[in-house]
């Protein structure tokens, strides 16, 4: 009995997001068995509003306070000198109200070379009731399964042009592990790392800028909730895109962005989670047919507009293959800027998802909140330079 019902509440705890490869978004979709699943999904769930507003760009649209996320080498080209963020987005808002995603991140710019930050992402799955019977008298007592991830990243500029950035992340994902009824489970606990590399450059003849990033993140040790024997990938994956800003005019300005992801896991396989943990990351891309490989890369695509860097509105698409997942919606979003005498900046980011497929979405006609301050850089660190 204890077995049953602890695989009982992983399957309950794990399959609205499971399903869904590398974000779990989808609920209840009849794919195929090629969607691959890994442990702690949460990790790839858009945390900022900015970015979910866009289809879930981010690693080569405009450096902000929450870029050590999607690219930690683009992190540098923040141009303040420090600041927060937080973002908070529901979970399954449409059939329950304790679940939910929480991100807070800040940064601090060393000089003008140099960067760094902290965050925190929290993932909430609300409180469940446990029984190890049909009677009253058989209730165990009710239980909060939670997973969180704790960052710290570095960002350098190696020209003006180019810059790369490295973060390290504490995982724990706490599932199971504190019911008593069931000795067998364990919290999961692993540690990963992130590299990424960002290139941009102005054209100041066509008032337009071009920016390229590439990053591979959760490079990292396998997780188990059990033992040893049973343990799962968690979600590496390779990201890489463009994007490219034209200014319209001195008050208006649009943005165009592309991103292409790939889960660096084996593909669906007998025996493929037993691999070992390189031979599962470098292999995961031969290790299906071509066809296959190239239906597992999502692509996410957004566009920005800026009104006098005071108003934005987004628009995005998100495209996954059918027998992936079968995940595509459209997104939107407005942000809001308000910058001080003083050089201080508030801003306020808001964004919404549509789905496009039939089957039930845990983000489905959700708002999205992402608020954050940041403070000017002092001029004495600004003018500091090791490329000169």
């Known amino acids: 009995m204890k077995k049953c019902l602890f695989s009982w509440l992983v399957v309950m705890m794990t399959a609205p997001w499971l399903r869904a490869q590398n974000t779990g978004q989808v609920i209840g979709q009849d794919s195929s068995n090629h969607v691959i699943t890994t442990a702690v999904p949460f990790l790839t769930i858009t945390p900022d ?85 049909p009677d009253p008298s058989q209730q165990d007592g009710r239980y909060n399964p939670r997973e969180y991830a704790v960052d ?35 919290a999961g606990n692993s540690v990963a790392v992130d590299i990424g590399s960002y290139y941009t450059k102005q054209f100041t003849d066509h008032n337009a800028t071009l920016s390229l ?24 994956n390779i990201r890489i895109g463009g994007a490219y800003k034209t200014e319209l005019d001195q008050l208006n300005s649009l943005t165009f962005a592309l991103d292409f992801n790939k889960l660096m896991v084996p593909s669906t396989a007998p025996g493929s989670t037993s691999k070992p943990l390189l031979n599962g990351i470098f292999g995961s891309f031969t290790d299906a047919p071509l066809s296959r490989e190239l239906a597992e890369v999502t692509i996410s695509s957004g566009m920005e507009y800026w009104y006098n860097n005071f108003f934005a509105a987004r628009l995005g698409y998100f495209y996954e293959a059918k027998d992936q997942g079968n995940r595509k919606y459209l997104t939107s979003g407005v942000g809001f800027r308000y910058e001080s005498v003083n050089k201080d900046m508030f801003g306020l980011d808001v964004a919404y998802m549509i789905p496009t497929t039939i089957g039930q979405n845990a983000l489905a006609e959700t708002i999205r909140f992402t608020l954050f301050y940041v403070l000017p850089v002092k001029e004495v660190k600004q003018n500091e330079s090791v490329t000169d």
Not at 98 to 115: C, H, N, S
Not at 160 to 186: C, K, M, Q, V
Request: no cysteine; hydrophobic share 35%.
């Open 213 to 236: 990033g590439g990053a591979i993140t959760n490079i990292g040790s396998k997780m188990t909730y059990t033992s040893a024997a049973n343990k799962s990938f968690i979600p590496t």
């Open 152 to 186: 710290v990243t570095y960002s350098r500029l190696l020209t003006e042009h180019f810059s790369l950035g490295g973060t390290l992340r504490y995982i724990r994902s706490n599932l199971t592990g504190a019911i008593p009824t069931n000795p067998d489970a364990r």
């Open 49 to 133: 509003s900015r970015a979910a507003g866009m289809g879930d760009v981010g690693v080569a649209t405009s450096a902000d306070a929450n870029s050590s996320y999607w690219n930690p080498g683009k992190l540098v080209y923040v141009d303040k000198g420090y600041g927060f963020s937080t973002s908070y987005t529901p979970w399954l808002a449409r059939i329950i109200n304790d679940m939910k995603l929480l991100y807070l991140t800040g940064f601090y710019k060393i000089d003008r070379e140099q960067v760094v930050s902290a965050s925190l992402k929290y993932f909430d799955m609300g409180d469940i009731q446990l029984n190890h019977g």
